[in-house]
């Protein structure tokens, strides 16, 4: 009898370390050990899958890999109680697509820890429009609330704001009857973000202050920075007293070069934010949030739907900071 096979982008690196990315098949046997079989129907592209797609050492240490940080999908077999053959259910962040082989593949198999079941209110794809982005966009959000960020008492500024994790946080934002300051480096995008519910659109430059001044204007009350380097810098000396910022992301630097006179002189907070490994109950219900209250209205609006072999540009974009919102990878 022939083994079961599936669908799958495989990452390779050959002995003189040059990375090749091929569109083929494995065989369920091939899978790692694990509770849940699941049948991936949607996956998505971040900017991590991009590192791993492109063999990233700081990412992925073993070949051939499978990217695919985020999937959903649904149960075909299970060893563990919780869940049922047929249950719709996410995995993201842990260990899946960087350890692990992830959900750029037609079928995973995981722990069943990492797994939460679809929320009602999200369809599988909704579930992945959102993603990894979406989920660490909520806990930027669920941050600023913890620190007393309310809509009354000001705007929030967002960088990075066309990429996966910006847009979805400007989504939020506005959901929740915030004023948003979008900052992006693409001008052709200032009315996306206008129509995704930003109040006000601002260039790069606004957050790339090269005079050493301590402290400037205190013009919000919360940021959430994807971009690091000089945009966090900056950002945190334009919130105001007892403000809070909440800090994801790379996608412009690393280093970090501040002085503590926001922390020491404004009382601000500098929140870090890490999804991969969220504890298990604020993972689930930060979920249910997006499938409810928090619920952007129009998610459709972010979403491009791509066939898994035809991600190659997207990749090579998202790399180049030329992602716009999120691109959702159709495993049917
Ligand atoms: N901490 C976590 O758990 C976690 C989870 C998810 C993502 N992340 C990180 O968050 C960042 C965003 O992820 P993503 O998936 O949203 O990526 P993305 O879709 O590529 O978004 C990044 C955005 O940042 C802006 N950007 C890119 N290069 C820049 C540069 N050199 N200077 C200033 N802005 C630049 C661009 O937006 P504009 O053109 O609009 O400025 C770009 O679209 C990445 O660094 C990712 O690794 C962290």
New binding site residues.
């Given amino acids: 009898m022939t083994e079961p096979t599936f669908r799958c982008c495989i990452v390779h690196k050959s002995a003189d370390g040059r990375v090749s990315r091929e569109f083929g098949r494995r065989s369920i046997h091939d899978l790692p050990p694990g509770d849940v079989l699941v049948r991936v129907r949607y996956s998505s592209l971040?900017?991590?899958d991009a590192m791993a797609a492109s063999g990233h050492p700081g990412i992925v240490r073993t070949f051939p890999h499978i990217p695919g940080i985020d999937a959903v999908g649904i149960v075909e077999s299970s060893t563990d109680s919780r869940f049922r053959v047929g249950d719709s259910v996410i995995a993201t962040g842990h260990e899946l697509g960087v350890e692990r082989w992830g959900g750029w593949a037609a079928y995973v198999r995981v722990p069943a820890d990492w797994l939460v079941p679809l929320p009602e209110g999200l369809t599988l794809e909704e579930s992945m429009i959102l993603g990894?982005?979406g989920f660490?966009a909520a806990q930027c959000v669920k941050a600023l609330l913890f620190h007393g960020a309310a809509p009354q008492n000001g705007e929030v500024i967002v960088s990075?704001?066309?990429?996966?994790?910006?847009s979805i946080a400007v989504m939020l934002l506005a959901k929740l009857g915030f004023r948003v300051a979008a900052?992006?480096?693409?001008e052709v995008m200032h009315s996306w973000l206008k129509e995704i519910g930003a109040n006000e659109v601002l260039g790069?430059e606004a957050l790339q202050e090269q005079k050493t001044r301590h402290l400037l204007s205190a013009k919000y009350v919360a940021g959430i920075d994807?971009?690091g380097g000089p945009?966090l810098t900056t950002m945190l000396k334009m919130v105001s007293y007892r403000g809070c910022v909440a800090c994801?992301?790379?996608?412009?630097g690393a280093e970090f070069n501040g002085t503590v006179y926001p922390f020491i002189l404004r009382g601000i907070t500098l929140c870090g934010?890490?999804?991969?490994w969220c504890p298990d109950d604020q993972r689930a219900e930060l979920w249910t949030r997006l499938a409810g209250e928090w619920k952007p209205a129009d998610l459709q609006s972010a979403k491009r739907l791509v066939p898994l072999a035809e991600i190659d540009s997207y990749i090579t974009a998202?790399l180049a900071?030329q992602?716009v919102g999120r691109v959702v990878i159709d495993l049917e």
């Fill in positions: 971040n900017y991590k990894t982005a660490t990075g704001a066309t990429g996966g994790v910006g900052v992006t480096g693409k790069r994807t971009v945009t994801c992301g790379v996608a412009g934010i890490d999804s991969a998202i900071g992602n």
